[in-house]
Structure formats: C-alpha cells, structure tokens
C-alpha cells in the first residue's frame, strides 16, 4: 500500500488549508472504490493511521481509503461561519478532488463512509443526507444523538458550540440522524453498520439508535462486545467492519502486489 498526505489550498467550501491522509493500493488494476473514514472530535486525519494498523488490515484490499480532517465539525455546515462548511468540502470538495485525482469508481455504488465517535455520527448523517453519493455507512462508538438532542437552556461554552454547530432547533432537522431514518426513501438508503462496545460511555446512544432501527424495519448490521471508547477498540473494529465494506462495495477480488 502506499500512503500519501495532501495539503490543499484554501479555495474550497472550508475557508482555510485542510489536510488528509489517503492510503492507496499499488499497481492499480481499472478503477476502484473509495472508503471516506472520519476522525473523532479529539483527532485530526492522521489518526487512523497514527493509531491503528490500518495500512495492514487494508493489504490486498483494492480499496482507496480516504481521511479528511474535520476539525470539530461534527461534518456539518457551520450555522454561524460560512467558511466552515464541512458537510460541503466533504460531500462536494473532497470527493471532486479525489475522483480527479485517483482511478476510483466515481459514483454512489463506489463510495462508503465509516467513522469513529464524532465521526461515526458524521459517517452516518452523511450518508442519509446524501444517499445519491454514499452506498453504505459504519459508525463505531458513534455520538449518533448528537444532532437528535435540544440545545439546553443554560449559558456554557459548550450550549454555544453546539448551536454553531446544529442550529437552535435541531431536533426534527438536516443533522437529526433519528430524523433521518425515519425520512429515509428505502429504495435508496444506504446501508448500515453500528458497533460499540459496551463499556463505552455512548453506548446507551447507540442501542437507542438500534432500537430506533428495529422499529422502522431498517435491516441492518449491529455489533457490540466489550470494550470502551478507545484505540483499542477501534482497531478491531476497522478488521470487523472490512467483511461488510467489502460486500457493499462489491469488492471481490485481490489488489495485484
């Protein structure tokens, strides 16, 4: 596998130099479908490399996987900032660039998302907001209720990140991943896969969202064991979720040595 950083300019929907990370397969044989995997709210785009054996789990895998930074977007469009508008560099920007720039199958069947934390929700949101661009989605330890919560009452730093971030009416709105589900057109909703460990402390957000799931008959992947919210964990993750990536972006055949 080969391993690049990108650094581009400040011309796109986020108004400032934006990084990521992308891992490709060498020797290349046509073209090949694209995993957008997302960082959590702590981390930038070098962390799946940094903290996994990603590039390992990934060999004979011909798969491009790319890593965006995010900042702390939970990979929404800023409701007070213009220039930081996530959810359009990612679904837009990011994805022009890297069809222009790499042999990828450029449309929605060649293309999925998976993410951790502020990134599963973002994996998740995406892909129901843009179903036309994404065939599939995998949230590990996901804040998947991020979006689906009213801004509280009191007067904090983190009430005012929040309503930068959704807005003061959320619930019921474009970033309600609960909303979007239950919205969703089944002919073209993208499939799921949610996995947290049971010590983790969203844990309780991801069952609600599976119960949420079962109960509009939406067919999808879940998985929980042990484990808390951690490198750890994720690092079996990614090895977990490949099975079901690989399904989804009918991927059926070894990447040439």
């Known amino acids: 596998m080969a391993v690049c950083e990108i650094h581009l300019n400040g011309t796109y929907s986020v108004g400032r130099r934006t990084s990521l990370n992308v891992i490709i397969p060498e020797n290349i044989q046509g073209r090949v479908p694209v995993l957008y995997l997302l960082h959590g709210y702590s981390d930038d785009h070098t962390a799946w490399t940094r903290w996994t054996s990603l590039e390992r ?12 930074d995010g900042e702390h977007s939970f990979y929404t469009d800023s409701k007070v900032d213009s220039r930081l508008a996530f959810e359009t560099y990612l679904t837009k920007d990011i994805i022009g660039f ?13 293309r999925a998302l998976a993410g951790l934390s ?8 995406l892909a129901l907001r843009h179903p036309d661009l994404y ?5 590990f330890s996901g804040a998947l209720l991020a979006g689906s919560q009213p801004i509280g009452q009191e007067d904090s730093d983190w009430k005012r990140y929040r309503l930068s971030v959704f807005g003061d009416k959320p619930v019921g709105g474009p970033d309600d991943v609960l909303a979007l589900l239950k919205n969703s057109d089944p002919k073209t909703r993208p499939a799921l896969r949610i996995d947290c460990g049971t010590e983790d402390f969203l844990y309780d957000d991801n ?12 067919e999808h992947e879940y998985n929980e064991r042990p484990g808390e919210h951690n490198w750890a964990y994720w690092d079996q993750a990614i090895v977990d979720a490949l099975p079901f990536l690989k399904t989804q972006l009918a991927i059926d055949e070894p990447a040439a040595n």
């Open 57 to 68: 789990y990934l060999d004979g895998i011909p798969m491009i996987v790319v890593m965006p």
């Open 98 to 110: 890297v069809d222009k720039t790499f042999p990828t199958i450029a449309d929605r069947s060649g």
């Open 118 to 125: 502020m990134g599963g929700y973002g994996a998740a949101k």
């Open 135 to 139: 065939c599939a989605a995998v949230s």
């Open 207 to 218: 069952v609600v969202v599976h119960k949420k799931l079962i109960n509009l008959g939406i």
